[in-house]
């Protein structure tokens, strides 16, 4: 398969809704009086959700891109503290930040000099495929999670079709 088709690919599963809806419909109308509260049962908030996803999709992103980078602590410093409560801007910068990810993950993916299959410099073996398709993988994993927090929850839109 020719690599531009693969990047294509890539770039496509980041962006828009295959079998499953995207970061941003997601995350669309959420209302924000309850972004700290806990589903029946939970473990976590949606806000505590969402900035798990982002340190998650950070962490790999400046673990291929940053020749500085140190790994974070697990599972500490891949969510944020039970105690802290988020307003409306950690809320939106929680967001604009995967979003500011995803956009560097794009550009390492549509840069021709980038060789895929190349290991990354600060592995132990892992390709910058591999990083992608584990950004993939989390990302879609934990939306759908956070889909189903809204539904338990109430809060997607009245009249929203599931």
């Known amino acids: 398969m020719p690599m531009d088709v693969i990047r294509e690919q890539l770039i496509s599963f980041l962006t828009t809704a295959q079998a499953r809806m995207t970061y941003e419909e997601a995350v669309q109308d959420f209302p924000l009086d309850h972004i700290n509260e806990f589903p029946p049962h939970g473990l976590y908030s ?33 969510w944020p503290k039970k105690e802290v409560k988020a307003d409306e801007k950690m809320w939106q910068e929680s967001i ?13 993916i549509n840069d021709k000099n980038t060789d895929l299959t190349t290991k990354v410099k600060n592995g132990t073996g892992q390709t910058i ?3 992608i398709l584990l950004i993939l993988d989390h990302n879609s994993w934990e939306l759908g999670e956070f889909s189903f927090m809204r539904q338990v929850m109430s809060t997607w839109p009245k009249g929203r079709i599931e």
């Open 96 to 108: 604009d930040g995967f979003l500011e990810d995803r956009r560097k993950l794009i550009e390492l």
């Open 46 to 78: 949606p806000y505590m959700l969402l900035e798990h996803i982002r340190l998650t999709q950070k962490d790999i992103v400046d673990f291929m891109l940053d020749t500085n980078y140190k790994e974070p602590k697990w599972p500490e410093e891949y």
């Open 129 to 131: 495929f591999r990083e």
